[in-house]
């Protein structure tokens, strides 16, 4: 058996700073890291790999400095990684990028045939979820997305039980394999990696792929040319006026709220509990 | 491709078991506007099994047109079956823009169709417009983690697609005497050739439910220091009979699990009070947030932006500000009679 991982570089949104000036991200500002939705990716295919002993390679598109996400996968504990950069990748949308990574995975699957395809819910610097249901459709297998646990893997029959999130609780569906899933974080912890994993990830050096590398690829769907959607504008909203500011003494400034909060009769009433 | 052949404004009409959910009607609330600035007209299309009854309401809430596509097979959600119906019917009838609400299933459904269709789909909108010299959807998001808008516009294909968050456009009310027409299509689906099964659906009523229906929301952010002063949140809440949320930075310290996160990338919530407390209102926290009715903002930074969507501002230390409030509303209940406890009326 053998799953892949989708994975992405994404800068750390939690840092990232905007130029007010000219609505542009300063990247510089902050540090490049593994999508975090794709390190549970990674994590939940080593555990399927604990029961079945599958292969498990890794995915990315990026530039050649992505190969540092790649490793990071190999110490969480990806066997093995694959980096597809090239500049016709360049300004790719999710319709682009589902179109580059499916040409990687139709030469991954002839070299070794996928049976499980997983990839982060999204990317927390687009957030969209839109790639991974998008390559399952070029491949034509099921796509599974918002997967909270993997229950069973049935390699024989070739089928996975899955838990999928739903708005208002869970649903339990059988899927034939091969299929792609998209999984939520609270799918599993990441654990600390163990020291073999950590040294043999130092040591990786992942296959790159440039364009020229995959097979009957149509130049036209890739990068800015084969993305529909284009950013039309950035901006900040505008400020609104903002609402009236309660001055005082701290004493003084809960004294005016509960005023304001008691005026809420429909909504904050005293009951009695023995109602 | 000739985009004059592709006219009107399409709806997604998502319904689980039998019940059309709320964002749909949000959806055609927002989709009349933009149908009427296009002079176009507006349509649901609404698949499942056994749902026609469901049509008229799509049409009490505003649209023109239903396109309905009823089989056994489509009885519960699946991305391959649902997307053979939208694929039989986008291709025919040539709508130049589809919203869809950015539920696990909306969003699901519309990647999907969007790679068979080839073309744009913004996810997670929270704004909606159309240009209509262009006949351009502009859809607009937070980007970057949420401290940026983007429009996003798709020039070069058609339909136009956009996902959106549930809970920021606003349903009309409903007019029972408006008509309509009924559009049936009728598709060949097989449950053999299916290959995925639903085995069960949970309906689960989680702390994410009740966040999503609490009338007071106590949020709280990273200015509460540790994990250990957040707790005085759990306080004030218990006090007042309110729910406990937090933002996404809150979220990733670990000090709440994610179900209970309020933001762009969490739950949008619409309460009659919402106290936002030690958090500065990074734009993906205030589009989750925005609509309550009463914002009262805490925060010890003057220059704060939750301070420009809060209805009333705290400048202050909210350790020092949330324990006065918390023994207020305590001496006013021993005051009314030991008994006596706040709770929300619904």
Avoid at chain 1, 70 to 91: C, M, W
Wanted: glycine share 8%.
């Amino acid at each position: 058996m053998h799953i892949v991982v989708c994975v992405k570089q994404v800068p750390d949104t939690k840092i990232i700073k905007i130029n007010p000036k000219t609505n542009t991200l300063d990247r510089r500002s902050a540090p490049a890291i593994l999508n975090p939705y794709d390190a549970h990716a990674v994590q939940e295919a080593v555990s399927i790999r604990e029961k079945t002993g599958c292969t498990i390679s890794v995915l990315s598109m990026g530039p050649p400095q992505a190969t540092a996400i790649i490793k990071k996968s190999v110490e969480i504990g990806a066997d093995r990684g694959y980096l597809i950069t090239d500049r016709a990748f360049a300004g790719a949308d999710t319709l682009a990028t589902s179109y580059a990574l499916f040409k990687a995975l139709e030469k991954i699957n002839k070299e070794i045939p996928i049976d499980m395809i997983i990839c982060g819910k999204h990317a927390i610097d687009g957030d969209t979820g839109q790639v991974g249901p998008g390559i399952a459709r070029r491949l034509d297998i099921p796509p599974v997305t918002n997967v909270i646990e993997v229950t069973e893997v049935n390699q024989e029959e070739k089928t996975v039980l899955i838990k999928r999130k739903l708005s208002s609780g869970y649903e339990l569906i059988q899927s034939e394999m091969p299929c792609l899933l998209t999984v939520e974080k609270e799918i599993n912890q990441i654990e600390y990696s163990p020291m073999p994993n950590m040294i043999k990830a130092a040591r990786y050096e992942p296959i790159i792929w440039a364009v020229s590398d995959l097979e009957n690829v149509d130049r036209v769907q890739l990068g800015l040319k084969g993305s529909p959607t284009i950013v039309g504008k950035m901006f900040t909203p505008p400020r609104p006026e903002g609402g009236k500011r309660i001055e005082g003494s701290p004493d003084e400034q809960v004294k005016q709220l509960m005023d304001i909060l008691l005026e809420q009769k429909d909504v904050l009433t005293l009951q009695s509990s023995k109602q | 491709m000739n985009f004059d052949d592709y006219r009107g404004v399409w709806i997604f009409i998502e319904q689980n078991g039998g019940k059309i959910e709320g964002v749909s009607l949000e959806l055609l609330g927002a989709g009349r506007k933009l149908a009427d600035k296009l002079q176009v007209p507006l349509a649901g299309f609404l698949l499942g099994s056994g749902i026609k009854s469901l049509a008229n309401q799509v049409i009490a809430y505003g649209a023109d047109e239903v396109y309905l596509v009823d089989h056994p097979v489509l009885k519960d959600y699946r991305t391959e079956s649902y997307m053979k119906g939208v694929m039989q019917l986008v291709p025919k009838y040539k709508p130049e823009i589809i919203l869809y609400g950015a539920t696990p299933n909306g969003k699901d459904l519309a990647s999907a169709v969007a790679t068979d269709l080839v073309t744009g789909l913004t996810a997670d909108t929270t704004t909606l417009d159309v240009d209509v010299d262009n006949r351009l959807l502009e859809a607009s998001r937070p980007a970057f983690g949420g401290n940026i808008m983007a429009t996003i516009l798709c020039k070069k294909h058609r339909p136009q697609m956009a996902t959106v968050r549930p809970k920021v456009m606003k349903a009309l009310e409903p007019d029972t005497g408006r008509t309509g027409k009924i559009i049936e299509e009728s598709i060949t689906l097989r449950e053999e050739e299916m290959r995925t099964k639903v085995l069960q659906i949970v309906n689960d009523v989680t702390k994410k439910a009740n966040l999503a229906d609490a009338h007071v929301i106590v949020c709280g952010g990273k200015g509460m220091g540790d994990i250990q002063n957040f707790q005085i949140l759990y306080e004030l809440a218990d006090t007042i009979g309110a729910t406990v949320g937090g933002t996404r930075d809150v979220v990733e310290a670990g000090w709440l699990p994610h179900e209970l996160q309020i933001g762009q990338t969490g739950e949008t919530v619409t309460p009659k009070i919402y106290f936002a407390i030690a958090l500065s209102g990074a734009i993906q926290h205030v589009v989750g947030m925005k609509n309550s009715d009463l914002i009262i903002a805490i925060n010890k930074d003057p220059n704060a932006p939750i301070f420009d969507v809060a209805t009333y501002g705290i400048v202050g230390d909210a350790l020092e500000i949330v324990p006065k409030l918390i023994q207020q509303f305590k001496q006013l209940r021993n005051e009314k009679g030991g008994e006596m406890s706040y709770a929300r009326k619904i």
